[in-house]
């Protein structure tokens, strides 16, 4: 099991940008893949991007293409999504997570441990 903690959100007007951090404890994290999901008020929680082990392989979900990337440094055992254009309806609670089988998934099933998330609201 790894221990999740996020970090970087905040308030931001429309267009602007915000830098995510997720802290990972425990040696395993550069065997884990890294995801990122996001929860708005009364909606579920969805997939934004996921990444895998070494970093070479990623996905983003189709409504933050072009916007928000993912990446990662195993030597600080952090994960990172960078937000720019930030929008009103990128409004949530931003959740990092972890899949111990490499498995760069959309699917929230999969990913085993899970942090406390950080808030991101974008005013218009």
């Known amino acids: 099991q790894v221990q999740l903690v996020e970090s970087g959100g905040g308030l931001v007007q429309a267009g602007g940008s915000l830098r995510l951090s997720c802290a990972a404890s425990?040696?395993?994290?550069?065997?884990?893949?890294m995801g990122w999901f996001r929860q708005a008020p009364g909606k579920e929680r969805v997939f934004v991007a996921a990444i895998s082990r070494n970093g070479y392989s990623t996905v983003e979900a189709d409504s933050v293409k072009g916007r928000f990337t993912i990446s990662r440094d195993n030597a600080k055992n952090r994960v990172y999504l960078q937000m720019n254009s930030l929008r009103p309806e990128d409004t949530a609670i931003y959740y990092c997570a972890a899949n111990r089988y490499d498995i760069v998934t959309m699917e929230r099933g999969l990913y085993d441990d899970w942090g406390q998330g950080t808030q991101v609201t974008v005013s218009s």
């Open positions: 425990g040696r395993a994290f550069s065997t884990y893949a």
